[in-house]
């Protein structure tokens, strides 16, 4: 299965409700926030590669949280391997949090809670 989303391709107030559906296609429900102030835009693509999903994702400052209501919804039960190509992220899960770097690689489990 190949999905690619752009929300360039949808007017500025529409942008927010394609980024949350798309995230929910291409990995599982997650709350989705734009930092207040900042216009949002963000590009994605997915894969899958037999047992191996890989996706590509360039998005502009957002928050994503998984929360117990989102594990609820769809567990997909699995690891989610990350490796930072460009800017700069921080996620947090089971009270550790990582600060990633270009070429950082880190892991979340899905059916934690994180952000």
Known sequence: ???????????????EALWREA???LFFPID??????????????GHDLGPVEVRRVVAGPSRAVRTPHTIAAFDPERLELTMLLSGHQERTQDGRTATMQVGDI???????PFS
């Open 106 to 112: 880190t892991t979340v489990d899905t059916s934690r």
């Open 1 to 15: 299965m190949a999905i690619v989303v752009d929300t360039e391709t949808v007017g500025e107030h529409e942008r």
């Open 23 to 25: 995230q929910e296609r």
């Open 32 to 45: 989705f926030q734009p930092l207040p102030g900042a216009r949002f835009a963000g590009w994605a693509s």
